[in-house]
């Protein structure tokens, strides 16, 4: 369990600083971090993370697409997590 929680905070600090940086190379008209790869980065946990550095960026926060797709991300996550505790999967 220390291992999961380890993993989850390492995953969600990336997130968030790979969104920054995202932000920082946006501001400055520089190449981009893509959103396959900040969604992947949610998908795989960093969810906390990348919503915590839209917020405190201010980045992506105007994107409807972007938010959709985040959004469905967030909705696969919680049927993962529900079917996973009633279903013992």
Do not use: P, W
């Amino acid at each position: 369990m220390k291992v999961l929680l380890l993993y989850f905070l390492f995953v969600n600090v990336l997130t968030f600083i790979i969104t920054g940086y995202d932000k920082f190379l946006a501001r400055r008209n520089k190449r981009r971090i893509s959103e396959a790869a900040l969604f992947f980065l949610a998908f795989i946990g960093g969810t906390i993370g990348l919503f915590a550095g839209m917020l405190f960026f201010r980045h992506k926060t105007s994107k409807t697409t972007f938010i959709m797709k985040f959004l469905y991300i967030i909705l696969v996550q919680v049927v993962i997590i529900y079917l996973k505790y009633t279903h013992n999967i």
